[in-house]
Nanobody, 120 residues
């Protein structure tokens, strides 16, 4: 059973920064494509960023130039550096393993997520 534990969220003012972490269980983490997703109450969960096993990243248009995904395979952890945060970034953020079939769909059960609130 693969599990994900997200952390690093909080309350930040517009224009501020946060760094999210996601610790994953599983001995094959280093070969997984990983993704960051977010969800606002009443809306569907949406993909924010993906990172391949080799470190290649891809981003949703609404975060390009502001967010950066990275990973530490030795620590089974992925990160999401979020800069220039906007109120529209307020959401619960999750990570998951991403299928290589379409490059966007999650493969495992969700963790508890971490709340990010951008507000003055």
């Amino acid at each position: 059973q693969v599990q994900f534990v997200e952390s690093g969220g909080g309350l930040v003012q517009p224009g501020g920064s946060l760094r999210l972490s996601c610790a994953a269980s599983g001995s094959r983490f280093r070969v997984w494509r990983m993704g960051w997703y977010r969800q606002v109450p009443g809306k569907q969960r949406e993909l924010v960023a993906t990172i391949t096993s080799g470190g290649t990243t891809d981003y949703a248009d609404f975060v390009k130039g502001r967010f950066t995904a990275s990973r530490d395979n030795a620590q089974n952890t992925v990160y999401l550096q979020m800069n220039t945060l906007e109120p529209e970034d307020t959401a619960v953020y999750y990570c998951n393993r991403v299928t290589v079939v379409d490059g966007i769909s999650p493969m495992n059960d969700w963790g508890q997520g971490t709340q990010v609130t951008v507000s003055s």
